[in-house]
């Protein structure tokens, strides 16, 4: 697998860099909380996150003033697992280098996407990403075991929280597995031994040998 820079013209299908925002307050409040054992966490909303000033930033700028919410997904990780989608586009911000395997929704073909689709791309720490509504993504990957990853989430408000009650009406209801989070899981996903839906197929990719 080959990691391309975030800054690389064909990150341009996935997202874009963001420019002019201060994220040094919003840094050292990430690295304030600890990173687990193993494995990773995430929470859609964290108040030490959303006291920094870049949080009405984002909600103002970025989002044009929208309702959104501040969390963090931080942890260990180098496999793709998974691939997830929301209506509106997420920005990240990493403490450390970290790793995104994405692929773009229009690859999606009779409700599976086979993983040969999914590229990486390297974002340094500190820097602003706008992950394009359009595009498929999951858990960030570390570069460095050491430091493990800890990247900000930013996102429009209720996201990733409890899933809406709903009588499915056609295959897209299917992938709904958390409000605006629609999820393909690979078949050796922990999340696929949990029941969601199984939408990748081919090599479940870890980024370990690349780095």
């Not at 964290?46 to 963090?72: H, K, N, T, W």
């Not at 009779?110 to 359009?134: S, W």
């Not at 996102?155 to 009406?169: C, Q, S, V």
């Not at 958390?178 to 949990?194: F, I, M, T, V, Y």
Request: proline share 5%.
């Amino acid at each position: 697998m080959t990691i391309q820079s975030v800054f690389d013209p064909a990150f341009r299908h996935y997202g874009s860099v963001l420019e002019g925002y201060d994220t040094a307050p919003l840094l050292k409040a990430m690295l304030a909380i600890d990173l687990p054992d193993s494995g990773t966490a995430y929470r859609p909303g964290i108040e030490s996150l959303e006291a920094c000033g870049i949080f009405s930033e984002l909600r103002d700028r970025a989002y044009g003033g929208m309702p959104v919410q501040l969390g963090m997904c931080w942890g260990h990780n180098t496999r793709l697992n998974c691939l997830e989608y929301h209506r509106d586009s997420e920005i990240n911000i990493g403490t450390h280098d970290f790793i995104l395997l994405l692929a773009r929704r229009d690859e999606i073909e009779n409700g599976v996407l086979d993983t040969d689709k999914v590229r990486a791309f390297r974002i340094p720490a500190g820097t602003v990403v706008e992950v394009f509504a359009t595009t498929l993504h999951y858990a960030p990957c570390h570069v460095r075991e050491d430091d493990g990853f800890r990247v900000a989430v930013a996102l429009p408000r209720g996201t990733n929280t409890e899933k809406p009650a709903i009588e499915p009406g056609n295959a897209e209801d299917g992938l709904l597995r958390a409000r605006n989070k629609w999820l393909l899981a690979h078949p050796d996903s922990r999340e696929a031994g949990d029941g969601a839906y199984i939408g990748l197929f081919g090599k479940n990719l870890d980024v370990r040998d690349a780095l």
